[in-house]
T-cell receptor, first 113, second 115 residues
């Protein structure tokens, strides 16, 4: 079964701390997405990656294809980073990739001032 | 650009009632998707439309129908609502279903309660 597991489920940090959220998946993928969902519900795409590393401001996403693992890092965390972070993958099916995403359950991040 | 819009934002139905959730995007995307989000379960794909004129079932299609009205609009219909369909529904769109153009853009969601 194609699965996506995130850890931790809940994460509490103090402002300024370095944060890491992990995502593991079960079989080969063609792309991995990191999404952010703020209280109030809106979902925003942060990164889409299939190899290596991407950086945007204080956010860094890495992926290790061989280990089937990705991490999302937040440097110098701030209370406005408090949100649910969701990992989603597009599994390869029969050698052809589809746009269908399989989502992890999300990591609830709370950053205290 | 408004991006992806959904209507309504909130809806309460009685068991057995029907309703249609509307979704529109102004990014000229080819592909559109409907998801539901339930506590502890993550987002699950209900239906998707890879391109105008095509629709396909996702992970949880039972109890739903969809219509890709044109390139901009993709509606989700509940013919006979059940309490198990109480959820938050998200519409999303992407330029393509695969490759580097498959990044998805999400609407604000519709919170549906079925009594």
């Amino acid at each position: 079964k194609n699965e996506v597991e995130q850890s931790p489920q809940n994460l509490t940090a103090q402002e300024g701390e370095f944060i890491t959220i992990n995502c593991s998946y079960s079989v080969g993928i063609s792309a991995l997405h990191w999404l952010q969902q703020h209280p109030g519900g809106g979902i925003v795409s942060l990164f889409m990656l299939s190899s290596g590393k991407k950086k945007h401001g204080r956010l860094i996403a890495t992926i290790n294809i061989q280990e089937k693992h990705s991490s999302l890092h937040i440097t110098a965390s701030h209370p406005r980073d408090s949100a649910v972070y969701i990992c989603a993958v597009r599994f390869e099916t029969g050698g052809t990739s589809y746009g269908k995403l399989t989502f992890g359950q999300g990591t609830i991040l709370t950053v205290h001032p | 650009n408004a991006g992806v819009t959904q209507t309504p934002k909130f809806q309460v139905l009685k068991t057995g009632q029907s309703m249609t959730l509307q979704c529109a995007q102004d990014m000229n995307h080819n592909s559109m998707y409907w998801y539901r989000q339930d506590p502890g379960m993550g987002l699950r794909l209900i239906y998707y439309s890879a391109s105008e004129g095509t629709t396909d079932k996702g992970e949880v299609p039972n109890g739903y129908n969809v219509s890709r009205l044109n390139k901009r609009e993709f509606s989700l219909r509940l013919e006979s609502a059940a309490p198990s369909q109480t959820s938050v529904y998200f519409c999303a769109s992407s330029e393509a279903v695969s490759g580097r153009l498959c990044e998805q853009f999400f609407g604000p969601g519709t919170r549906l309660t079925v009594l």
